[in-house]
């Protein structure tokens, strides 16, 4: 039959005792520690990570801001030198226009004055072969 011995009991309970308190001292404690470490040192990482990514979120974010104020910058530059060429365009065009007919004008002015001295000395002409032919009928008429 069985029997229970109480002194192979309680020396089971000891040892069992004295296995419990080496392995956590010499195996759980150091593997936990090191478990910590490591969930500690995962955690910083994980952190570095996100204000990492906020950072470049924020980088994103002001580049594209930059990019919008330059796209805008570059249109206005764009249409300010489109609105000085058409300037400069219809400045020349007028100065043009302007020149044209102040050339217009002094041809015209010359044209007048050419006709007048040529009338005057179409005139002087005219009065000149008047008498000389005057003369000559005379001069044909008493001869």
């Known amino acids: 039959m ?21 392995l956590n001292r010499l195996l759980f404690k150091p593997i936990l520690g090191v ?3 490591r969930r500690e040192k995962i955690d ?4 570095e990570a ?3 990514r906020r ?3 924020e980088e994103e974010k002001a580049a594209d801001d930059a990019v919008r104020a330059s796209r805008i910058e570059a249109g206005q530059a764009i249409d300010a030198a489109a609105r000085d060429h058409r300037e400069a365009l219809e400045k020349a065009v ?3 226009r302007r020149r044209s007919l102040e050339k ?7 044209m007048r004055l050419a006709g007048e001295n040529a009338g005057r000395r179409l005139e002087a002409s005219a009065d000149e072969l008047a008498s000389v032919l005057a003369s ?3 001069d044909a008429a008493a001869g």
């Open 104 to 110: 217009r004008e002094e041809a015209d002015e010359a």
């Open 136 to 138: 000559r009928m005379l």
């Open 50 to 52: 996100e204000a990492l």
């Open 2 to 22: 069985l029997t229970i011995n109480i002194s192979e009991v309680i020396w089971t309970v000891i040892n069992f005792l004295i296995l419990l308190f080496l």
């Open 94 to 96: 007028s100065d043009a």
């Open 44 to 47: 910083g990482l994980r952190r």
């Open 55 to 57: 950072s470049v979120d």
């Open 35 to 37: 478990m910590d470490k």
